[in-house]
């Protein structure tokens, strides 16, 4: 049941993300939405995530005005119509064997992993808390003075908020799901579909994960780790390594867009919201755009 549950999950996800871009699209160019690609990876390996960034923001800014169980019925409406914006371009599956090995495949396989979750302490501690607060109260300043863990509170906390379920929190733990799909999304099509470096650093990282886990006393020595319940460090991780790759790659290629340093903008953004050690990406972030602006004559005032 948690296998179909999650698929589920993640397709409505993916239908969200692709209609928020469909919505800051111009019609002439949404034709191309889905053959669009970063350094080899397509950008729907990306629309799940899209909808948590959206979504993210949009219930922390909500929170400043309510609680966040007074607006789910409102997300719901917003979830809903984003679905039926796809409908402005039926045309959302380009590649059948690409789409059913990263958004059907992929997700079924991962979606074991709920089985036999489990609460970390810091679930407990604070965490569920936190969200607990965030359901029934509108943002307060000084949290953090009642329990010092609520100054880690992270963007996917509000996502994870508004998926309570009864006595039933699995759907806290398909927020994870989701960004693990992403790294083994990711990967497939980075080995299959880009060259040169995010290739060979995909196929090293795939190397180490079957290492880690299969090798002699393998298991939770570096690689990602399926972690417990509520916790943000794996989604953190991967974001930070993956976006880190393609930056690396654009710098090696050269490669200088526009539309690259939006992405790595607002990818930034959600990174730093999951974690403020995301701000160690700035130092590579700053040398791209550095070298943007060696190669296109352009300040960085007109940049901003």
Same mark, same amino acid.
């Given at each position: 049941?948690?296998?179909?549950?999650?698929?589920?999950?993640?397709?409505?996800?993916?239908?969200?993300?692709?209609?928020?871009?469909?919505?800051?699209?111009?019609?002439?160019?949404?034709?191309?939405?889905?053959?669009?690609?970063?350094?080899?990876?397509?950008?729907?390996? !990306?629309?799940?995530?899209?909808?948590? $960034? =959206? /979504?993210? *923001?949009?219930? #922390?800014?909500?929170?400043? +005005?309510?609680?966040?169980?007074?607006?789910?019925?409102?997300?719901?409406?917003?979830?809903?119509?984003?679905?039926?914006?796809?409908?402005?371009?039926?045309?959302?599956?380009?590649?059948?064997?690409?789409?059913?090995?990263?958004?059907?495949?992929?997700?079924?396989?991962?979606?074991?992993?709920?089985?036999?979750?489990?609460?970390?302490?810091?679930?407990?501690?604070?965490?569920?808390?936190?969200?607990?607060?965030?359901?029934?109260?509108?943002?307060?300043?000084?949290?953090?003075?009642?329990?010092?863990?609520?100054?880690?509170?992270?963007?996917?906390?509000?996502?994870?908020?508004?998926?309570? !379920?009864?006595?039933?929190?699995?759907? $806290? =733990? /398909?927020? *994870?799901?989701? #960004?693990?799909?992403?790294? +083994?999304?990711?990967?497939?099509?980075?080995?299959?579909?880009?060259?040169?470096?995010?290739?060979?650093?995909?196929?090293?990282?795939?190397?180490?994960?079957?290492?880690?886990?299969?090798?002699?006393?393998?298991?939770?020595?570096?690689?990602?780790?399926?972690?417990?319940?509520?916790?943000?460090?794996?989604?953190?991780?991967?974001?930070?390594?993956?976006?880190?790759?393609?930056?690396?790659?654009?710098?090696?290629?050269?490669?200088?867009?526009?539309?690259?340093?939006?992405?790595?903008?607002?990818?930034?953004?959600?990174?730093?919201?999951?974690?403020?050690?995301?701000?160690?990406?700035?130092?590579?972030?700053?040398?791209?755009?550095?070298?943007?602006?060696? *190669?296109?004559?352009?300040?960085?005032?007109?940049?901003?």
């Amino acid at each position: 049941m948690n296998v179909i549950l999650f698929l589920g999950f993640y397709l409505i996800s993916f239908l969200v993300g692709r209609g928020i871009l469909i919505i800051f699209t111009t019609r002439d160019k949404t034709a191309e939405l889905d053959s669009n690609n970063i350094s080899g990876i397509s950008y729907d390996t !990306f629309y799940p995530i899209i909808s948590l $960034i =959206f /979504f993210g *923001n949009f219930l #922390f800014l909500i929170n400043f +005005f309510t609680s966040l169980l007074n607006i789910i019925p409102f997300v719901a409406l917003l979830i809903i119509l984003f679905i039926f914006i796809n409908l402005r371009d039926l045309k959302i599956i380009n590649n059948l064997k690409s789409f059913f090995i990263k958004h059907i495949f992929i997700p079924s396989l991962l979606s074991i992993t709920t089985f036999g979750s489990w609460f970390h302490f810091d679930s407990g501690a604070y965490h569920l808390n936190y969200q607990q607060w965030l359901r029934t109260e509108k943002i307060a300043l000084g949290l953090a003075n009642l329990n010092f863990g609520y100054g880690f509170s992270s963007i996917l906390e509000y996502l994870q908020a508004v998926l309570w !379920f009864k006595d039933n929190l699995v759907f $806290i =733990f /398909f927020i *994870n799901i989701i #960004f693990y799909c992403l790294l +083994f999304s990711f990967i497939y099509e980075a080995i299959y579909s880009s060259d040169n470096f995010l290739k060979t650093s995909s196929f090293l990282l795939l190397t180490y994960g079957f290492l880690d886990n299969f090798g002699y006393l393998g298991g939770a020595n570096g690689f990602f780790k399926v972690q417990a319940i509520a916790k943000p460090d794996m989604p953190f991780a991967i974001i930070f390594v993956l976006l880190s790759q393609v930056i690396i790659d654009k710098i090696l290629r050269k490669d200088y867009r526009v539309s690259d340093i939006k992405i790595f903008a607002y990818f930034s953004l959600f990174l730093i919201q999951i974690k403020l050690l995301g701000a160690y990406l700035g130092l590579l972030l700053i040398f791209y755009l550095f070298n943007y602006m060696q *190669n296109s004559k352009i300040s960085f005032i007109k940049i901003l």
